[in-house]
């Protein structure tokens, strides 16, 4: 009889011991069920605002003024384009942004690489000052800053010019493109510029050789911020250039709104269309290169 207890005691503490994993695994399903849907619930809230934008801009004008909106125009029209085109000279305003942006993201990434090399791997007084400055700067509002920032370029003749926008992206993205590199320095391991200094090459060198492609991927991420924030400002451009040819997208599409604030929905919806569209396209051409250079890093560190 003692045998058969002992069997029948090990066979009640696997069953236990099931049990437990299986509530365990339960637990663990419905906590990964709630992440995916408040992550679907948070993508529903993004792309909604896009849908009825999409939508809006090829509806023609007897849907827009309806008491019935619907998502799906009805009645499908590229109407919308054309006038959004004839009244406003959209692929000049576009080439001035394009410039502007492109511009501001390549002159802040080469400014702040080697400085985020510099406060990552030299520690003091002077790297958390720099830390500071680069957390204290973006908290201040526009308001504050647009009035020095005018005079400052009134002094340097670049107001009212692409390079003068360029010079003022550039000085507000710089702070935060140097704080996203910084970290990505930080996860370079120093051993490896070690390695490179046993073998005589000097700091440069060893930024341009060895650290800088382990720092493809925060490159290419802090010059996609940069490029957006650039691309997306209205503020700065709607202060600093008079001319209309010098303006970017963002300020020429506030010319699609009325007198009396009236807007015409059509031709701005469309316009409010293409303008998101290079923002969208970059990204996801670039998406596959940032994640494919940090598992190329990760595998080199």
């Not at 015409?264 to 990204?283: E, I, M, Q």
């Not at 994640?291 to 080199?300: E, F, I």
Request: hydrophobic share 60%.
């Amino acid at each position: 009889m003692a045998p058969r207890r002992g069997v029948r005691a090990a066979r009640v503490v696997p069953a236990s011991g099931a049990s437990g994993a299986s509530g365990a695994s339960g637990a663990s399903r419905a906590s990964r069920a709630a992440q995916y849907a408040a992550l679907a619930a948070y993508l529903v809230f993004l792309a909604l605002p896009f849908l009825w934008l999409v939508s809006t801009a090829f509806k023609p004008a007897r849907e827009l003024g309806s008491l019935h909106p619907t998502w799906i125009p009805a009645d499908p029209t590229l109407g919308n384009f054309r006038q959004a085109f004839a009244e406003q000279p959209l692929l000049h305003a576009a080439l001035n942004s394009l410039t502007a942006a492109v511009c501001a993201a390549v002159i802040a990434v080469v400014l702040a690489t080697p400085t985020a090399f510099v406060l990552a791997r030299r520690r003091g007084r002077l790297a958390t000052a720099a830390t500071g400055w680069v957390v204290v700067s973006q908290a201040f509002p526009f308001v504050l800053v647009i009035i020095p920032l005018f005079l400052v370029l009134k002094n340097l003749h670049l107001v009212n010019s692409v390079p003068g926008l360029i010079l003022v992206y550039v000085v507000w993205s710089l702070p935060f493109a140097l704080w996203m590199l910084v970290g990505y320095v930080r996860a370079v391991p120093p051993e490896l510029e070690e390695a490179a200094a046993m073998d005589g090459a000097g700091r440069l060198r060893t930024l341009v050789s060895v650290v800088a492609p382990l720092l493809a991927p925060g490159i290419v991420a802090t010059a996609l911020f940069a490029f957006i924030t650039a691309w997306n400002e209205f503020f700065f451009a709607l202060v600093l250039l008079k001319t209309p040819e010098k303006q970017t997208l963002p300020v020429v599409l506030t010319h699609f709104l009325g007198a009396e604030g009236a807007a015409d929905l059509g031709p701005l919806a469309a316009a409010a269309f293409l303008a998101t569209l290079p923002s969208l396209v970059v990204f996801s051409v670039i998406q596959k290169r940032i994640t494919g250079g940090m598992l190329a890093g990760a595998v080199k560190s």
